[in-house]
């Protein structure tokens, strides 16, 4: 009996007190009052809660949730993605093993952090990552045309020529992939600690999460668990006069910095598939008179200008990514005190 006991102990290498939540927050207090909740709710309780807030939102927050899961609070000003993820990570102690890096719009199912670390002890030991199973909104469309034209491919978690990657949502079962998301991952704390996050003065660090994680499941496993699932309520948070030409510019320049920073990966597949989305959203939005769409081609339109501009003045792919640094205290619109 105590041999069999041993073994079974050796074979579980984690428990869920081994893993730690970070979460960078920044004027959500709904949208994290229902991850909270979510925690909450799990059938197995996390060892620690890691909460760094942008601004000042989430106080009312955390003072209705003290007690009842293990959340510490940190502020990180001023505000963005990665700077608060780093700060977060600057919290971790010795006892922290597994990092649970969540978006704050968030909602986990209630068994999904059991089977997170359920399935840990069943990959290989060298495992760098694993993201949940993200099971709302629509699945990615994987038609013969689009799959013709460079859109997608057969399965999800690919990375393609052009910077494009497939979806690692709405798996039936658990898969390898190539890459993982930002905000909604479980990763080894070794692996955070050796691959610092270098910081970048943008609002929205759309493709943060490839530039980080692809470069690691070039050498690491990296898995999606089916069977962790959870959902991911987003939502935007720009001016909503220009965040349409906003998103359009900014997504385009972080994927041509992906693409120029993996030697492997292909600009001019890159500008090929950008020309046919855009020529394709652009056609769309004049039919329907939908200037949403319009506008984000827009803002694409624009970073084209700003990278074809770029190749003159020798900046940098990482330079293009660089946005002017705003008041310190966002109001409640995710707007500058100063604007």
């Known amino acids: 009996m105590g041999v069999a006991a041993a073994e079974v102990s050796e074979k579980k290498k984690y428990v869920s007190t081994d893993l730690t939540v970070l979460i960078p927050t ?29 601004a000042e939102s989430a106080q009312a927050v955390i003072l209705d949730f003290a007690g009842r899961i293990p959340v510490e609070y940190f502020r990180c000003i001023p505000p963005s993605q990665i700077r608060q993820r780093n700060h977060g990570l600057a919290q971790l102690q010795a006892r922290d093993r597994l990092i649970a890096l969540l978006d704050d719009d968030m909602v986990l199912e209630p068994e999904a952090m059991r089977e997170m ?157 950008l020309g046919l989305r855009m020529a394709g959203k652009l056609l769309r939005g004049v039919m329907r008179r939908d200037r949403k769409s319009v506008e984000f081609v827009r803002g694409q339109a624009g970073a084209v200008w700003a990278i074809l501009q770029s190749l003159i003045t020798k900046r940098t792919s990482r330079d293009l990514l660089q946005e002017p640094v705003e008041h310190p205290i966002i109001d409640r619109q995710g707007r500058s005190a100063a604007e």
């Open 26 to 54: 920044l004027n959500r207090p709904a949208k994290l009052t229902c991850l909270f909740e979510s925690i909450e709710a799990q059938s197995e309780r996390v060892g620690r809660i890691i909460l760094v807030d942008g």
């Open 117 to 273: 670390v359920r399935f840990w002890n069943t990959v290989e030991p060298e495992t760098a990552g694993v993201c949940f199973n993200i099971v709302n909104g629509e699945p990615e469309r994987r038609t013969f045309l689009r799959r013709l034209v460079g859109f997608t491919a057969s399965r999800g978690g690919l990375v393609l020529r052009s910077g494009i990657s497939t979806p690692v949502s709405h798996v039936k079962e658990s898969i390898r992939t190539q890459w993982l998301p930002g905000g909604a991952t479980v990763w080894r704390k070794e692996i955070l600690l050796g691959h610092p996050h270098q910081e970048v003065s943008s609002r929205w660090a759309i493709a943060e999460d490839l530039i980080f994680s692809y470069p690691i499941g070039k050498r690491l496993p990296l898995y999606v668990c089916a069977t962790a699932r959870a959902r991911h309520e987003h939502v935007y948070d720009q001016r909503p006069d220009k965040q349409h030409w906003y998103h359009g510019r900014t997504q385009t320049l972080w994927l041509y910095h992906f693409v120029s920073t993996n030697r492997e990966l292909s600009k001019a597949s890159f500008f090929w598939t």
